[in-house]
Protein backbone atom coordinates (compact mmCIF):
# COMPACT_ATOMS: atom_id res chain seq x y z
CA UNK A 1 0.00 0.00 0.00
CA UNK A 2 1.19 3.39 -0.94
CA UNK A 3 -0.01 6.57 0.40
CA UNK A 4 0.58 10.15 -0.58
CA UNK A 5 2.11 12.07 2.51
CA UNK A 6 2.09 15.87 0.58
CA UNK A 7 3.65 17.71 -1.39
CA UNK A 8 7.28 17.71 -1.42
CA UNK A 9 7.58 21.60 -0.60
CA UNK A 10 5.17 21.21 2.75
CA UNK A 11 6.60 17.67 4.09
CA UNK A 12 10.02 19.52 4.29
CA UNK A 13 8.83 22.71 5.42
CA UNK A 14 7.33 20.74 8.43
CA UNK A 15 10.32 18.65 9.13
CA UNK A 16 8.12 15.80 9.90
CA UNK A 17 4.80 14.65 8.97
CA UNK A 18 3.08 11.97 10.96
CA UNK A 19 0.85 9.67 8.60
CA UNK A 20 -1.46 6.69 10.10
CA UNK A 21 -1.28 3.43 8.51
CA UNK A 22 -3.27 0.76 9.27
CA UNK A 23 -3.80 2.18 12.44
CA UNK A 24 -0.23 2.87 13.38
CA UNK A 25 1.61 6.26 13.42
CA UNK A 26 4.67 6.72 11.14
CA UNK A 27 6.83 9.91 11.04
CA UNK A 28 7.95 11.13 7.61
CA UNK A 29 11.30 12.90 8.29
CA UNK A 30 12.94 15.42 5.92
CA UNK A 31 16.58 15.93 5.65
CA UNK A 32 17.77 17.96 3.35
CA UNK A 33 16.69 16.25 0.07
CA UNK A 34 15.87 13.30 1.34
CA UNK A 35 12.66 12.27 3.24
CA UNK A 36 13.11 8.74 5.90
CA UNK A 37 10.15 7.04 7.62
CA UNK A 38 10.37 5.20 10.91
CA UNK A 39 7.86 4.01 12.91
CA UNK A 40 6.35 7.06 15.36
CA UNK A 41 6.79 5.29 18.62
CA UNK A 42 9.56 5.07 20.84
CA UNK A 43 9.89 1.21 22.16
CA UNK A 44 10.92 2.18 25.28
CA UNK A 45 7.65 3.90 26.51
CA UNK A 46 5.72 5.24 23.40
CA UNK A 47 6.76 9.13 22.36
CA UNK A 48 6.03 10.77 19.42
CA UNK A 49 9.45 10.13 17.99
CA UNK A 50 8.34 13.23 15.67
CA UNK A 51 8.29 15.73 18.41
CA UNK A 52 11.95 14.51 19.09
CA UNK A 53 15.30 15.94 17.39
CA UNK A 54 17.59 15.24 14.80
CA UNK A 55 21.22 15.60 15.37
CA UNK A 56 24.69 13.26 15.04
CA UNK A 57 26.25 11.23 17.43
CA UNK A 58 29.90 10.51 18.27
CA UNK A 59 31.36 7.54 15.69
CA UNK A 60 34.53 5.81 15.89
CA UNK A 61 37.60 7.17 13.99
CA UNK A 62 40.40 5.38 14.67
CA UNK A 63 41.47 3.09 18.11
CA UNK A 64 40.27 5.48 21.13
CA UNK A 65 39.66 8.29 18.45
CA UNK A 66 35.68 9.20 18.01
CA UNK A 67 34.80 12.22 15.84
CA UNK A 68 31.29 13.86 15.58
CA UNK A 69 29.20 11.89 12.46
CA UNK A 70 26.19 11.20 11.45
CA UNK A 71 24.97 14.09 11.21
CA UNK A 72 20.94 14.59 10.79
CA UNK A 73 20.65 11.04 10.40
CA UNK A 74 20.09 9.98 14.55
CA UNK A 75 16.57 10.57 16.00
CA UNK A 76 16.81 10.90 19.46
CA UNK A 77 13.73 10.40 21.51
CA UNK A 78 12.10 13.31 23.21
CA UNK A 79 11.79 11.76 26.38
CA UNK A 80 13.97 9.55 27.79
CA UNK A 81 16.88 10.43 24.93
CA UNK A 82 16.92 7.19 23.05
CA UNK A 83 19.06 7.13 20.36
CA UNK A 84 18.02 5.43 16.96
CA UNK A 85 19.54 5.22 13.33
CA UNK A 86 17.55 7.19 10.87
CA UNK A 87 18.34 5.33 8.15
CA UNK A 88 18.50 1.18 9.49
CA UNK A 89 15.52 2.51 12.58
CA UNK A 90 18.45 0.63 14.70
CA UNK A 91 19.59 1.74 18.41
CA UNK A 92 22.69 3.39 18.89
CA UNK A 93 22.80 1.68 22.05
CA UNK A 94 21.65 -1.28 21.39
CA UNK A 95 21.46 -2.23 17.87
CA UNK A 96 20.98 -6.04 17.47
CA UNK A 97 17.89 -5.62 20.05
CA UNK A 98 15.86 -2.86 19.69
CA UNK A 99 14.49 -0.77 16.74
CA UNK A 100 12.27 1.59 14.87
CA UNK A 101 10.68 0.18 12.03
CA UNK A 102 11.51 2.05 8.94
CA UNK A 103 9.26 2.33 5.51
CA UNK A 104 10.50 3.25 2.18
CA UNK A 105 10.14 6.78 0.60
CA UNK A 106 9.79 8.40 -2.86
CA UNK A 107 8.99 11.35 -4.58
CA UNK A 108 6.68 11.12 -7.61
CA UNK A 109 5.82 13.80 -9.24
CA UNK A 110 5.89 16.67 -6.74
CA UNK A 111 4.69 14.51 -4.17
CA UNK A 112 6.04 12.45 -0.92
CA UNK A 113 5.15 8.92 -1.17
CA UNK A 114 5.55 6.33 1.69
CA UNK A 115 5.65 2.45 0.69
CA UNK A 116 4.02 0.34 3.55
CA UNK A 117 4.93 -2.88 1.66
CA UNK A 118 1.45 -4.06 2.27
Known amino acids: ?8 EEVR ?3 CRVVDV ?3 PVGVISVGEEFFAV ?3 CPHMGASMCTGSLSGTFVEAGPQELVYGMDER ?8 W ?18 KTYRVTQQDGQVVLHTGA
Open 74 to 81: VIRCPWHG
Open 13 to 15: RDG
Open 83 to 100: EFDLETGRSLLEPERVGL
Open 22 to 24: RGR
Open 1 to 8: MDVVVGRV
Open 39 to 41: SDR
